[in-house]
């Protein structure tokens, strides 16, 4: 069965600073990949996908996120961190022979030091 | 944003009673889910339908009951809810999905939480 790894539950970073949010996934075919990012008390939002036309993906607010098929990962990261970013982010992979699904990492809170 | 609301937006409730979540588009996408998201477990899959009166369980089904009358509302039941189904619920639509061979892009509503005490 498919399934996502999330390494880190929480990850604490300074204002400015590199972030890197990491996600494995288990396939032995490359699935479709998202990132999805949640704010205190509102939905997931989607902010990037990963859908086999580039390995790097550019998303909303200055994340990106490169798929790596020798890795099987599909790490989130962000030049520079700001207040705002502080959020629970979630990887999720919709498999490519059962694509109406999403099956989601644990989520990683991550947390913006000023 | 995509037009989906979910009522109520909170409910706490006693153990036994029956409890019904609605979800509802504006958006006429054909598939529709409910999860629930649980600390330390991300969102998991609880039931999800492909059309009308058509619906499928997920992977955490057990407890739960689903309707799809119409393609704008597709409702949650807890015939008798239990302690361990207090949690936070999430509808989410995608107008792609099975049978498909597109991603399956999903968006998701404000979410619910339940309290069953």
């Known amino acids: 069965a498919q399934s996502v790894t999330q390494l880190g539950s929480h990850v604490s970073v300074s204002e400015g600073a590199l972030v890197l949010l990491r996600c494995n996934y288990s396939?032995?075919?490359?699935?479709?990949l998202f990132w999805y990012v949640q704010y205190p008390n509102q939905g997931l939002q989607l902010l990037l996908k990963?859908?086999?036309?580039?390995?790097l993906v550019k998303g909303i607010n200055g994340f990106e996120a490169e798929f790596k098929k020798s890795e099987t990962s599909f790490h989130l990261t962000k030049p520079s961190a700001h207040m705002s970013d502080a959020a629970e982010y979630f990887c999720?992979?919709?498999?490519?022979?059962?694509?109406?699904?999403?099956?989601f990492g644990s989520g990683t809170r991550l947390l913006v030091r000023p | 944003d995509a037009g989906i609301t979910q009522s109520p937006r909170h409910k706490v409730t006693e153990t036994g009673t029956p409890v019904t979540l609605r979800c509802h588009q504006t958006?006429?996408?054909?598939?529709m889910y409910w999860y629930r998201q649980d600390p330390g477990h991300g969102l998991r899959l609880i039931h999800y339908?492909?059309?009308?009166?058509?619906?499928d369980k997920g992977e955490v089904s057990d407890g739960y009951s689903v309707s799809r009358s119409k393609t704008e509302d597709f409702l949650l039941t807890l015939e008798s809810a239990t302690s361990s189904q207090t949690s936070v619920y999430f509808c989410?639509?995608?107008?792609?999905?099975?049978?498909?061979?597109?991603?399956?892009?999903?968006?998701f509503g404000p979410g619910t939480r339940l309290t069953v005490l």
């Open positions: 989410a639509i995608s107008h792609q999905g099975r049978g498909t061979s597109a991603y399956n892009e999903q968006f």
């Open positions: 396939s032995s075919v490359p699935p479709y």
């Open positions: 990963y859908t086999s036309a580039a390995t």
């Open positions: 999720a992979v919709s498999p490519m022979d059962s694509s109406y699904k999403l099956i």
């Open positions: 958006e006429n996408h054909r598939y």
């Open positions: 339908s492909y059309g009308v009166k058509d619906t």
